[in-house]
């Protein structure tokens, strides 16, 4: 089963960034979207982590950034989002949530 990597940022604001581990390392480009997940791996690796930790920390968060297909289904599940609010680039998911 392939893991995620999650990072919780506190400072002013609880910012929860969620990664597919197989993403980490990769830079995805699309003709609209650009993210470089090995120049900016320190925002998404924190601690390797299981579905209901990420679950946890999304119950209460002011920005979330899941990239990849598993991470970002978790925050359509919870309902945080629509199929219809998820970015792609090529053919990964990506996800960005504020709550204002």
Same mark, same amino acid.
């Given at each position: ?7 919780? @940022?506190?400072? +002013? @604001? %609880? ?7 197989? $993403? ?6 699309? %003709? ?5 997940l +090995? ?7 924190? /601690? ?11 119950? /209460?968060? +002011?920005?979330?950034?899941?990239v ?9 599940? $919870?309902g945080?989002?629509?199929?219809? +609010? ?13 709550? $204002?």
């Amino acid at each position: 089963m392939m893991a995620m990597f999650m990072k919780v @940022h506190k400072n +002013d @604001h %609880k910012i929860v960034a969620v990664c597919d581990e197989d $993403l980490i390392g990769k830079v995805l480009e699309s %003709k609209e979207l650009y993210l470089d997940l +090995d120049r900016y791996r320190g925002f998404y690796v924190g /601690e390797k982590t299981k579905v209901s930790k990420v679950k946890e920390e999304l119950r /209460e968060f +002011d920005s979330a950034n899941l990239v990849g297909r598993r991470s970002v289904a978790i925050a359509i599940d $919870l309902g945080l989002a629509g199929r219809k +609010d998820v970015m792609y680039i090529k053919t990964t998911p990506y996800i960005q949530i504020y709550r $204002l």
